[in-house]
């Protein structure tokens, strides 16, 4: 209950407000959220990286097995060399 009474009364706030001060707002907000990222420490930004390339890598492998696969599935189909 205390959430809507809290949203009901920063919608008053902000409806009060001019354009130039709901613009000011939001910006106030957006640096507040900024502040809240946490940044990933050097080792963990390198474990991330290298889980996304070995993903990538899979996905590559996958993809052009499937090829393959559909590739040769064509020429039997239709005989084609």
């Known amino acids: 209950m205390a959430d809507t009474s809290t949203a009901s009364a920063r919608d008053t706030e902000q409806s009060s407000k001019g354009f130039f001060g709901r613009i000011l707002l939001f910006?106030?907000?957006v640096i507040s959220e900024i502040r809240k990222v946490v940044r990933p420490t050097r080792d963990e930004l390198t474990q991330y990286t290298a889980v996304v390339l070995i993903f990538i890598v899979f996905i590559?492998?996958?993809?052009?097995?499937?090829?393959?696969?559909?590739?040769?599935?064509?020429?039997?189909?239709?005989?084609?060399?």
């Open 27 to 29: 910006f106030k907000q």
């Open 60 to 81: 590559m492998l996958f993809v052009v097995g499937l090829d393959w696969v559909f590739n040769h599935v064509i020429n039997f189909v239709f005989g084609t060399n």
